[in-house]
Structures are given as structure tokens and as C-alpha cells.
């Protein structure tokens, strides 16, 4: 008996849409059906995507809610403040998966203070593994709902990184800082100077510094349901040399005095002892976001810097795939009652 | 009924040895059974291939006949020169698979020239889709069998972009110059000056040029088969800043003055038109190596230049993916009666 | 008694531009003047090239005839197209080093068929070790000259591997491939999607494939001026992950029968022995664009492909320096009298 | 009258030995003597760093105290350890500038608890630009000496970035956090198969995490002269793919209530605005390692985040200029009564 679900791909010419169609061609229970985008309705996919070989010939239609309706499923990666006006056009029983940041905020007034819109409301939001204070997961707010707000990719590295000792007690929540490493893919398609590859090869820089980037409430927001508790966070992400991929190290104060190194990686061990795609490393090996490319994967280590009694943690993770596109087919696994696992990498591409 | 089919892979802990475990995992009908090397027996697989999640935690055991036996496969990315030996201790309804060179030459004086040591006897040759002048493929003689060369990532680029031309009779077999774009993973692991990262990154440069290069007499071997006569091959491959990849820039004479685009553009049409891994681009689209990461694709485009009366034809491939491990493993697809495309990747992992 | 010359540069917002300023800076006989561009105007310069530090207060003006006038020299770094017109206007005594391709052609006919569009004419040619077929360089037509046509970068490379086999006639001029490995800044800084970092990295491409390139009258001229004679050209550019450098893989049939290997090299070495800039390197090393970065050096290397009948030449330089800029002041040295190398690195950026 | 001083390096083949040639070679008042080596001594200094073009022929020489009296100026760009003995067989007159670790601690304990062997002894350090609590700088101290501990280059990066605010009271010593981006050549040219460009190329991983990092100590004695106070320093450095570059951003929190914006910047402005190679960039213009490159400058830029109470401080430099060969000779000019400018490049090299 054929259970194939059909997914529409919104903003199929970008790089998160890119990856959805990748991720969802070889899942056993969808299949891809309209690829739409904007600008480059009416070319081949194989155009904007070579890598997509098999779906080569496929033609991009335009973004209207008449082309997405009639799926199973519609993934949309749009750029933030697109997503709002078209999902409201979708039937509610269909599963929608937001790739875009409009439906993450549960406040208001933090979207309006950092993005500047009306907000589009708040959807259930889309990272299984974030560890709760009472103890319980993300994915257990998951399962049956039709509305998925998919999680920022800088947010799932920080948010890993550090949840399991937030929600353990045995670091502080009120002086968390998180500097990233990210490859330029997470900064979109869109041709801009400072993101060409001779302005990018051979040079590092932060960029949004200073407690302005849009990342940090949703960061809070996640942090805090783990500490229950109000968090503060220093947070700057710096552009690196590599397409792909995110590396957050982020380091908290110790919550107090007798906390030892045991505590804090039993905290970690406990979250993520049974997770399927975070991992964290044997002890003294760190991660590299090479190891998690392509795949579902989120590899963290953490110590403690007793000079500093500061907990070092670090996350790495691929920004297409377990920060975006992966997170929406494992979201969609979630909700449609499926396996979690079903059809996701857990294998990088290395070297 | 199960008739999963266990398979060792010697040489783990290197690039190619890696991959092969890759694509493996995730094959239906393979299991990843012992994982050897040499210095790095008794570590941890995640400790070499922090890629490989799921396997992190397998101990690489030393490379002997005695581990090796009792597979239905054994995989053996091995150096050159190593994998005679092994080989020989094997047993013949053993499905062999070398990666390395050992086994690919069937002129034992050209082994000799190249390698200067003596030659361990020619393998079915692992190009299935290597066209012969006499319009069969290779793939016709692989059926069954238990041994199998694969092919050198080089020879595999070079063979592909040209041989459909060869074979047609467009082009002329006595003057081809090929230069190519490598990333280092195809030198390997072993740490050497020359391929530090600092090195390498802003850097290209030639090897290996002026007629001495290993590579050369496996990619006469192969378009001779194509041409039916012998071939005359210029070969510059030219170390670039990317891992993986392998952009082989192939020319060749025009035949005659009659052969017109569309002769060569058919010869080449006709020659792929119905290969799972390989694609000839739409007239106008140039393959990038980005577009083949991690699959078993080949992407070609061919041209030609008027003025200075030679066709060009470009390849790109994935020398760890198609230029080794996913040959390996659709060699074994087809030498144990499998769907030919089983377990392969056919899209690439971009941006 | 002080006779620092001053010089203005157009196009001081682009790649070239940053270039010639960096190099004119720290010339002891030139004195940077007005900065200008087109939509960069009234910007502070820093904003466009922070790494021009002492100059990153200097304002950029409009590119006007207005503005580059009363300048010792003026050096266009426009688009190509847009030099012709802005020259026309700048007084006969000012020595205007165009590093656009609008002067560099002698035959319209050749700017016709790639161009397109009207001949703005011909100016000295600025390679001053080009050789010539009676043995004579380039540069003895450069002294006094008030016009100098900058090179292509890709010809620079091209041309200098090559000419030397030439004009000694050990190679024959009728069936020359050519392939490069080249930086995207050769590309410009105009934000283009397929010169954005997620798309460079991790790929090679060709471009500009099939006899099609607007280099390739450029360097058959000068290769016709090395041979005495017409010469064939198929010339395929690749771009690469490095931000700059080009290194240009040029191979000929060998002129005859008799030529040996000692031949070849000692027709290098004669036409290179006495250059300040274009070395030789020692027997068996081979070029690396990496040991030409931010240098005017050209590294240039070759051998014979006895199996192949080919001379295998390889030039290495920096698209930006002895390619563009470097070039520009190589060129105004020789015109205005002062020491060919004044003002010029000599020793590249490494690693 | 001539008074050009020779100058012998030690290491010459390594990467900050060729980063002192380098420089060397274009300064006024030097002239490169012997360069010496172990391994590589009786090789052509151009198989080592064929960037090196004037000097490719240059042999290089065994690393003895024999060869390297007798000249102005010794430049050891020794291993950590390795320069301690070597310097006590040099002349008391020679000025020897000590590239290693061996020389910057004050501390024997610290040395003792990070290096794990006895000290060598303290030496003038030499980060001209760093400012002390009473106001002075560094540089006060450099005049006339004849030995000088050239700093590490990440303790550069961070220290230039935060002791003004520490000097100038705005920002509190006891919780300061420093992540790096770090290019490979910072790590030496030995090869490891961790830094093979296979390993780097596409990956982001951090190293020497927890307190452990041996440039700790040096960090704090630095930032403690700055505050007059003892510092806690979290320290997480990050391997990114570029050959070259460091950029630090180093958090610290605001020392008080009432500390506004505009005195945090004017801290740095006051500490920098008459340095001539560490430039604060204008207000929102965040570094880049590239706008740095082959430089001896640093930039820096700093903002306050009144959410997280944090001040953010960021500064590129590149670890080979600024960071190691840069500093030994503008360290030299200042020891021997030169300009402190002299031979010094304050432009980078870029895109």
C-alpha cells in the first residue's frame, strides 16, 4: 500500500531549499513534489542546484499558495518575514514546516524589538532534543501538530551546546558567552560584496556584535526554558573560510563552588545519552564541524576551565542540514507519527 | 530472508578507506564488518573518522589475512604495492574489491615502467561505464566476477570525459592533453609537508608532469580499448584548494573536417544517455566538482573550439565517491547480481 | 630636490584599483593622488579596502576627466569598454596605464569578433618580457611611451610559460592547449552568484569554454609575435578556491624530431636569465601561485613529455600583481626612465 | 656611509623563519646574513620558500652559535625550548630576538606549570603597544636592549584588544572571555596529519580548551599589567581554513553601572590614536584577518552590549606579521634607536 507523502519546496533555488530537496529525495515515505521559488521560476533546477542530479530537469513554478496547496507536507524556506503571509493561505492539516525565523518567537515585543515587523505568531518549535527543566524533550510538544517553526541554525549550536547544564543546574544562567564559527551558506544565495569568495577565502570576521543579531532572543527564549530561569547572553558569530557548518563555543560561569568536572559531564552524558543525532564526544576529543557535514548530526564536548570556573561546551553542527533542512525532515518525522530517524544522514562527508 | 552480506574494509583509517565505510553503513544489503589498518589498530574508529557516528566506536583491528577472511567482501584501500599480497590470501569466492593500483595494468611492462616493481596480475577492470570501440561497456564484463580493480580517480575523470568521443571515431587518438584540478584528499593521510593545510590553501600547483605520472598508462589503456588504436596522452593533474574534487579538462583533435558539433555532441549523448551515474550536462552548463561531493556521479560537458580545431571535454567527479569507494561499491553491485545503482548516492552534498 | 610624480587611480574600489594603491603607496617615486569610482563615490576608501590602512580616510572621488586631470599618471582600473572614452579626454603628456583590455589589441577586426563593439585602437603593449622572434623584448618599445595596454592576467601567464619555446623555435606555434587554474579575483568584485564563497569553495569550474574566452586574441598576438609565425590556440580557464593567482598549464608539440630536453630549457633560460621578475626555477621544482602572491614575479618551469611529444610549460603569478597591477608600475617605470623593478615586491606573501 | 646591520635566522625554513626573511630582505638598514636550520641545512633556501625568489639560492646553514655570531642581529624562530641555550652562547652586544615562548614569562611557576620545564629566564617583552596601567607603554622599555621576547601571537590578538578598557578602568579583570579564529600556519610547518589541508579545508575545531592552552599565562601577565589587578581568562582558540590570520574577540564585563558607550570608546581611542600599526577602525566597520594580511598592523574594533552587560572586543592580526616576524624587527628598530616604522609593511595584502 503506497504511503508516499508529497512535499512542496518553497524557495527551492536556495541553499536551505537546496538541502530540503537533497534530504527529501532519498527519504523512504515523502516524495518531492512542486519546487517553487521567485526570481527563478521557470528554469531548470539543475540551473541553481548541480548537485541535485536526479531532479536536474525539474522546473521551478512560482511561490503562490495555489502551487503549494494539495501537498502532504510544504516546506518553506524563505527569507524571514516571507513565510507568515503565505503559510496563512495553507490548509491548517497540512504539515507546514518553516525553515523561516517568523513563527519562532513566543514574544512578541522581543520580535518587534529585533526584527521590526508585526509578529506572525508562534508556532511549536522544531528542536527535539532541547532539554526542558522539568527534565522533558522538545520532540514531546511535537508529535500530531500541522505547524513547525524549524529552529535558526546559530540557535541549535548554541542551544546544544549548553541546554543539558542549564537544565541541570550546574552552570549559571546570567553570563553566558557564545562565540561562533560559521560558513557563509547560512548567510544565503543572495549576491552580496562581502560574502564573495574573494572578500570570504583567507579571512575571518564577526559580524552583528554587540547584542543586535536577530539570533538572540530565539537563543534566550530555548535557554530559558532549560534553566527556567531568564538567561544572558553575549553572542557573536564570526564568517569563516568553509561553505558549510557552524562551531559555537560557549562558555557559562560554574553554578557554584563544589560543582565538579564529574557533575558537569554527567549533566551532558544524561541529556544526550539516547539522542540518535546529538553526540557527545569521548572525553578530550573536540569537535570539527568537517564530522557533521552533510549530515543530521550535532557533535558537542564540554569541560570546565577551573582557573576561569568557567564550563567551556562546544557544538558543531551543519547549518543546512541539522540547522535547517534536516531539523524540518526530522520535525516532519515527528509530527506525521514516523520514525524520527527516517531518512536522515547520520554520516558526514569527510574530508 | 536475510542475505545481508558482511564486509571488511582494509586501509580504514585513511580517506578512501573511510568512504568506502560511508557509503557502506547505509547500503541494504551490506554490513560493515571488520575495519583494519596498520599503525592505527586498536584505536577507535571515531578517533580517525569522527564522520563516521554511528561507527565511532569500532576498534580498527590489524590488517591480516586471518581478520579479512570470512567476509563475503573485502574492500582493501591499501597503497599501492600492498594489496598483492593480502590479496593473494584470500579466498577465490571472496569478493575482492582493491582500490589500490595493483591489479589495474594488464601490461605487466608498463607496471613495470611506472611502479618499477613486479607486477601482481590484472583484475577486471571497475569502470562499468567505459565505452569499448566496439560499443559494449565495461559493466558487461563484471557480471560475477570476484575480483575487481578499481579504477585510479584520475584515470576514471580522464576515461570518462573522452572515451565516448573515442569511440565514436570524432576524434583523433594521437594527440590528447588532459590537465586537471585535484583536491589533496587523492594523496592521501599520511602527513606530509607539502600537503599541510597551510601549504595547499591559496595555492595551485602541478605534480607529477612531464609523461611520468603513475596515472598514464592505466588512461592509455583505457581509451585504447575506446579507440581501438593507441593513444597519445599529455597529463598534467595540478594540486587546488578543495578536498575533494577532481576537474579533469580533456582535449582532443577533431577526427576530420567534416565532424561537426553535433557529431560530437551525439557521440557523447548516446554514450551516457541511459548511465544512472553519469550525466552530460545541457548544452551550455559547465560541470563543477562541487556538484558530485559524496555521490557517485560523474558530471561531463564537451565543446568545440572552431578555431583551434579540438574538442574539449571537461569531467567532474568526487575522486573519494565515484573515483573510488562508490566504484568499489558498484562494482560489487554488479559482480554480485545487485541492482547496479544500489546504495550509491546520486545527488552531491552543495554548497 | 623632489620629483615624486603623482598618480591617479579610476576604478580604486575594485580589486585592481586596491592593487595599484597598494603597490603605488609604497613606490619612492610616486605619490598617490585622486582615488575615484563610479557608485563608490564619496565613500571613505577603508570601507572598500581595509586592508589599504594608512590610506582608509581618503575619500573616493567621481571618475571624471575633470578629476584624473593634472596628474603625473593616470591608471584606469575600468571595466572593459569604459577606458576608451575617459582616455580620449586626459591630456597627450600624461602617461595613462589602461589595465582594461580596450588598447591591446592591434587587429579591430580581433576586438570586433570578441568584443563586439568599436576599437578604441592600439597602445604599446605593457609585457616587457615578452621575446620577440628577432630576440628583442617587449620593453625596448615601452621607454618614453605615454600610453601603456596592461596585459590580461590569464595572457601574462600564458604568454611568458610559452613565448620562450617560440621564439627559439624548439616547439611548433600550430596546436597549443592551454589550462588554468585561476583565483576569482580575477573575476572582479561585482557581486555575481557564482562568485559567491559557498559556491568557490569546495569546486572547480571552467568558464568560458570552447574557443570563446576575449583572452585568446590577446595571446595569440603575442604568441605570433614570439613565433613570427600564426598559432593555434585552445586556452580553458578554471577557477579554484584561492582568492588569487593564476597557474597557467601550457603545452606544444615539440618543433622536430632532434630537439632534445636540453634544448628546450636552455631557449627558457636564455630568454629568461637576465629578468628581475620571470624565474626559471631550478630543475624539478614547479611552480606554485602560492610563491607569487602579492610579488611581481612570475614562476615559470617546464619539461619534455618525451612519450607525448610535448614541451610542458608552466607559469604561476599573481593575477592581481605581475597580471594587473604590478605590471601597471613595471610599465610606468620603463616609460617615465626610472628603474624597471623601483617600487615593485619582489618576494611574495607566504604561506 | 653604510651602516646596514646583518641579521642571521635561525628556523629559517620554518614559517615564521621565512616571515623574518621576508621582511628583512626589504628593510633599509638590514641585510639578511646567515640563515640557518636543522634538518634542512645544506638545502636552497627557494626549495623552502620558493615565495622567497631573491634569496631561492641562498644555502641554508646548521643552527649553531658558531654561525649565527658574528652578526648585528639574531632572529631565533626556534621550537618552544629550543632558543634558551642557543641565546646563552650569543655575544652579550648581539641583539637576539627570541620568536619562541622560552623568554616572556616573568613568572617561573607559570612557565613551570604550563611548559612542564625549567625556565630559561625573562627578557624584555616585546608588544610595543601595550599599555600599562600608570599609562605608559611597553615600548618605554624596548630602547636600547639586546634581548627581546617576542610575544605569541595569539596573546597579541587578545591583548591588543582588551587592555585599553582594562588600563582605563571601564571593564572588569575577572571574567574575561577570549575565542579565537586561527589560521594553521600559526601551528607550524611540521607535518601532522591534523594539519593536513585535507583535515582544515571545509572544517572549524577548536583546540587547547579548558585552561590548558600554554598562552594563557602570557595573556594574563599581559592584561594584569594593563589593569594592574590579576585577570581571569576563559581562552579557546579555533583552527579555521586560512593559511594565515587570528581574530580575536575577547568579551570582559563592563566594570560598573555608569560606564557608557562612549567612554569604552574612547578608552581605545586614547590608548591607540597615535600607535602607527594598531588602528581602531571607524565606528560599525568590524576587522577583517584579511584587511591584515603580510601586515604588521592589527585592527580593532569594539562595541558594548547593554543587554549582556558586556563590552566585545575584536581584533585581526596576522599571526606570522604582527603576530611573530613583524614584531621581532619593529621590536629591533625600537631596540636600536631606528624609527620604529622602518622596513615595516602597513598595508595588507588583499582580496
Not at 280 to 307: C, F, K, S
Request: proline content about 7%.
Amino acid at each position: 500500500m503506497c504511503m508516499v507523502m508529497s512535499v512542496a519546496v518553497a524557495g527551492a533555488s536556495g541553499y536551505a531549499g537546496g538541502e530540503l530537496l537533497r534530504l527529501l529525495s532519498t527519504h523512504p515515505e515523502f516524495e518531492v513534489g512542486a519546487v517553487t521559488a521567485h526570481s527563478s521560476a521557470g528554469a531548470p533546477l539543475g540551473r541553481h542546484h548541480p548537485h541535485l542530479t536526479p531532479l536536474a530537469d525539474r522546473i521551478i513554478e512560482p511561490t503562490t499558495a495555489d502551487v503549494l496547496a494539495g501537498h502532504d507536507v510544504v516546506a518553506l524556506a524563505l527569507p524571514h518575514g516571507a513565510s507568515g503571509e503565505i503559510a496563512a493561505q495553507l490548509p491548517d492539516g497540512t504539515l507546514v514546516l518553516d525553515c523561516g525565523a517568523d513563527h519562532r518567537l513566543t514574544d512578541p515585543e522581543a520580535w518587534q524589538l529585533f526584527y521590526g515587523t508585526e509578529h506572525s505568531g508562534s508556532w511549536p518549535y522544531g528542536l527535539p532534543e532541547l532539554i526542558h527543566a522539568d527534565g522533558s524533550k522538545q520532540r514531546d510538544r511535537l508529535g500530531g501538530v500541522t505547524r513547525v517553526a524549524v529552529p535558526g541554525c546559530n540557535v541549535t549550536a548554541v542551544t546544544l551546546a549548553l541546554a543539558p547544564g542549564l537544565a541541570a543546574g550546574v552552570i549559571a544562567p546570567d553570563d553566558i558567552v557564545a562565540v561562533l564559527a560559521n560558513g557563509p551558506s547560512g548567510a544565503g544565495k543572495s549576491p552580496k560584496t562581502h560574502l564573495l569568495a574573494s572578500e570570504i577565502m583567507g579571512a575571518a570576521s564577526p559580524y552583528g556584535v554587540g547584542g543586535v543579531h536577530r539570533h538572540i532572543p530565539e537563543i534566550e527564549q530555548n535557554l530559558s526554558l532549560a534553566a527556567d530561569a531568564p538567561v544572558s547572553l553575549s553572542f557573536t558569530p564570526t564568517l569563516v573560510p568553509m561553505s558549510r557548518g557552524i562551531l559555537a563555543t560557549v562558555t557559562a560561569k560554574l553554578a557554584g563552588g563544589g560543582i565538579t568536572t564529574g557533575d558537569v559531564r554527567s549533566a551532558w552524558e544524561k541529556a544526550y545519552a539516547d539522542e540518535p543525532f546529538v553526540h557527545l564526544l569521548p572525553d578530550g576529543q573536540w569537535p570539527t564541524t568537517a564530522g557533521t557535514l552533510g549530515a543530521n548530526t550535532a557533535h558537542i564536548q564540554v569541560t570546565v576551565d577551573e582557573r576561569a570556573g568557567r564550563v567551556v561546551a562546544v557544538a558543531a553542527i551543519d547549518n543546512l542540514a541539522k540547522g535547517t533542512a534536516g531539523a524540518a525532515v526530522q520535525c516532519a518525522n515527528l509530527a506525521l507519527g514516523l520514525p524520527e530517524t527516517l531518512g536522515l544522514p547520520t554520516m558526514g562527508v569527510a574530508p
